[in-house]
């Protein structure tokens, strides 16, 4: 039981974090856009990744740097993309509508954006693989009890993340609201872009 509280103290201290996966998630929860999805893509993948950081994928990771390299490129495009969509949608008056007038996101558009902020983002494989991997070691035996506290605080902190942002829709029932979160992920998004290209 220690090591599995262990892994969840530490898990929580990996994801606890603004960063562009838990941006998108309160954004699509407080949207009320297929946040079960969200929900279980970054939880599922949080999962995969913490079971190969134990299993000795950080090990491998630590020997490729070039693989990281091309991820942390990757990522950094990818950020800058999301940015300029935040962005647009932050001009445009019709798509920050809080009410049903405005067509929500295809499930396969969303689900692919979520998958891309997690597995295109390389302070994931550094943080969950290598050094929650590198942690788990320690536990010899009883590392796959930390890995199930690792994994336990992910899906509570995505499920509630997720589900508990639709809490905040009252405030955005008016339209600066929608404005000002866009605007919000936007600066998020070019931040987290510029620290990987300056750490590329």
Not at 59 to 82: D, E, H, I, M, N
């Amino acid at each position: 039981m220690l090591t599995l509280l262990t892994g969840t103290l530490f898990g929580l201290s990996l994801i606890v974090a603004i960063g562009a996966q838990n941006t998108f998630v309160i954004e699509q929860g407080v949207r009320g856009e297929h946040v079960g999805a969200v929900v279980a893509v970054c939880a599922v993948s949080d999962l995969v990744l913490i079971a190969a950081g134990v299993g000795g994928a950080g090990a491998v990771l630590t020997a490729s740097p070039g693989v990281l390299r091309v991820v942390r490129w990757a990522g950094a495009a990818f950020l800058l993309a999301y940015a300029a969509f935040a962005l647009r949608r932050a001009r445009r008056p019709g798509a920050l509508r809080a009410d049903t007038s405005r067509p929500p996101a295809r499930v396969g558009t969303v689900v692919a954006t979520a998958a891309a902020l997690t597995w295109l983002n390389p302070h994931v494989y550094l943080d969950t693989v290598v050094l929650l991997g590198s942690v788990a070691a320690t536990h010899g035996a009883q590392r796959w009890w930390f890995a199930a506290g690792a994994g336990l605080a992910s899906v509570v902190w995505f499920t509630a993340l997720g589900h508990g942002a639709r809490l905040l829709r009252p405030v955005f029932a008016r339209p600066a609201a929608w404005r000002v979160l866009d605007l919000g992920v936007a600066v998020v998004m070019v931040v987290l872009a510029v620290g990987l290209l300056t750490a590329a």
